[in-house]
């Protein structure tokens, strides 16, 4: 690279980070503002405990003191209507102040919710959370505060347990889910950014998966500058469906661009890359998953299973190797017997005269001397046993 292209490589890059007229810090997913610069300007973004990550399911571990999350006046939107707003990041819909969560260790109030999502469809990811590497086509994320410790979210922003955010994975299917269509309905009212509308008030657990009993906990931050560690997370382990159509919608109508601004840019790959956990450990809500994983009863049962099984099958084998020890030595008694002065019906016919028998077994004897194969007990067993028969 010449030093000209560095020149402009570095003006666009101061241009980039203050081209805000409102002195906030302009931000964007790629590029020279990108997320891999966030850092720069917003130190907790290069912290060791940010959002999202990847939810390896092996190293998760089991939490039974994590009980069901419980929505808390989801339903109510009293026909209040709520706002809809294009962030030029994100769409977000402010939430009433009555709506919370409860089954945490403080009560939270509910703030905003907003969603995530990529630009190829279905199985091109669009999540920010995965799940053992798999991303999802999008993720909705319900943020609230801790009301209890603090009066309003600017106060619990920066502190300790001050926010909860509920993650929520959503996946391509056929169905329309009619929850998601009260957002997605009035997306084009909203094409540019810093646009809003007032839409109706609509039950916003139905954007939530039915199970809310299964999920993972984690302490991470705000998954966009300022990236804030303060944020205590539930990700539903249960995904949630929307139609193809849907996602259609929500990854091609929105402009990340002003209405005034010259070139659109199409609001898409809003997601962040995850991030290291960094010795966190992500706690899960469930121990089974229902067939997939085993219990530790389980796992002793199918050890002293195995252990069974292989002794038996050892002994079905030494038994079997003995059988055709003994036929292949049974067949070469014969062939020596056979081979020899005497057969079976001469020894048969002859019984009152020993003397052919006896004749047998020293040739048989000294034939096996000479293969080396001196096993007398067998011997004895295999010449004796012909008499028996009838
Ligand atoms: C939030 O609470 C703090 C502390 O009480 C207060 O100073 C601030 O004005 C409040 N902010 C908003 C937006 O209400
Ligand atoms: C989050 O961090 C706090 C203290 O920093 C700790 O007490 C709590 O157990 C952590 N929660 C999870 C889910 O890791």
Same mark, same amino acid.
């Given at each position: 690279?010449?030093?000209?292209?560095?020149?402009?490589?570095?003006?666009?890059?101061?241009?980039?980070?203050?081209?805000?007229?409102?002195?906030?810090?302009?931000?964007?997913?790629? *590029?020279?503002? &990108?997320? =891999?610069?966030? /850092?720069?300007?917003?130190?907790?973004? %290069?912290? @060791? #405990?940010?959002?999202? !990550?990847?939810?390896?399911?092996?190293?998760?571990?089991?939490?039974?003191?994590?009980?069901?999350?419980?929505?808390?006046?989801?339903?109510?939107?009293?026909?209040?209507?709520?706002?809809?707003?294009?962030?030029?990041?994100?769409?977000?819909?402010?939430?009433?102040?009555?709506?919370?969560?409860?089954?945490?260790?403080?009560?939270?109030?509910?703030?905003?919710?907003?969603?995530?999502? *990529?630009?190829? &469809?279905? =199985?091109?990811? /669009?999540?920010?959370?995965?799940?053992? %590497?798999? @991303? #999802?086509?999008?993720? !909705?994320?319900?943020?609230?505060?801790?009301?209890?410790?603090?009066?309003?979210?600017?106060?619990?922003?920066?502190?300790?347990?001050?926010?909860?955010?509920?993650?929520?994975?959503?996946?391509?299917?056929d169905e329309t889910n009619p929850g998601f269509n009260n957002i997605i309905r009035y997306l084009s009212r909203i094409r540019h950014a810093e646009q809003k509308v007032l839409i109706p008030g609509f039950d916003v657990s139905s954007l939530l998966p039915q199970d809310l009993e299964r999920y993972y906990r984690y302490n991470g931050s705000l998954t966009t500058p300022p990236c804030y560690q303060d944020v205590l997370w539930t990700?539903?382990?249960?995904?949630?469906?929307?139609?193809?159509?849907?996602?259609?919608?929500?990854?091609?109508?929105?402009?990340?661009?002003?209405?005034?601004?010259?070139?659109?840019?199409?609001?898409?790959?809003?997601?962040?890359?995850?991030?290291?956990?960094?010795?966190?450990?992500?706690?899960?809500?469930?121990?089974?998953?229902?067939?997939?994983?085993?219990?530790?009863?389980?796992?002793?049962?199918?050890?002293?299973?195995?252990?069974?099984?292989?002794?038996?099958?050892?002994?079905?084998?030494?038994?079997?190797?003995?059988?055709?020890?003994?036929?292949?030595?049974?067949?070469?008694?014969?062939?020596?017997?056979?081979?020899?002065?005497?057969?079976?019906?001469?020894?048969?016919?002859?019984?009152?005269?020993?003397?052919?028998?006896?004749?047998?077994?020293?040739?048989?004897?000294?034939?096996?001397?000479?293969?080396?194969?001196?096993?007398?007990?067998?011997?004895?067993?295999?010449?004796?046993?012909?008499?028996?028969?009838?």
């Open positions: 690279m010449d030093s000209w292209s560095l020149f402009i490589l570095v003006f666009c890059k101061c241009f980039q980070w203050t081209a805000a007229q409102d002195g906030e810090i302009r931000w964007t997913y790629t *590029g020279l503002a &990108g997320q =891999s610069e966030w /850092g720069e300007h917003f130190p907790d973004c %290069g912290g @060791s #405990s940010q959002s999202p !990550v990847d939810v390896v399911t092996s190293l998760t571990k089991y939490d039974p003191t994590l009980t069901p999350v419980t929505p808390l006046g989801y339903s109510q939107h009293n026909h209040q209507p709520f706002t809809l707003l294009n962030s030029g990041h994100t769409v977000m819909v402010t939430l009433p102040e009555w709506m919370g969560l409860g089954g945490l260790p403080w009560l939270f109030s509910a703030v905003q919710l907003h969603l995530h999502w *990529g630009s190829g &469809g279905p =199985s091109h990811g /669009g999540s920010e959370h995965a799940i053992d %590497g798999a @991303s #999802s086509e999008a993720e !909705v994320h319900i943020v609230h505060y801790n009301s209890e410790l603090f009066p309003n979210i600017s106060a619990a922003m920066r502190q300790k347990n001050g926010l909860a955010v509920l993650g929520i994975l959503v996946e391509a299917g990700v539903f382990h249960e995904k949630v469906k929307i139609s193809k159509a849907q996602l259609f919608k929500l990854e091609t109508i929105l402009y990340s661009s002003k209405s005034e601004e010259m070139d659109r840019m199409l609001l898409q790959n809003n997601f962040r890359f995850t991030q290291p956990l960094n010795h966190r450990v992500i706690y899960k809500s469930f121990s089974a998953d229902r067939g997939k994983e085993l219990s530790s009863g389980e796992v002793t049962a199918i050890v002293v299973g195995v252990i069974c099984g292989c002794v038996g099958l050892a002994v079905v084998v030494r038994f079997i190797t003995k059988t055709i020890r003994f036929f292949t030595l049974l067949h070469h008694e014969r062939e020596v017997v056979d081979s020899s002065t005497s057969s079976w019906d001469l020894l048969h016919s002859q019984r009152s005269a020993p003397a052919p028998r006896e004749n047998s077994v020293g040739k048989s004897n000294s034939k096996k001397q000479v293969n080396s194969r001196p096993e007398p007990e067998k011997r004895e067993e295999v010449v004796l046993s012909p008499q028996t028969e009838p």
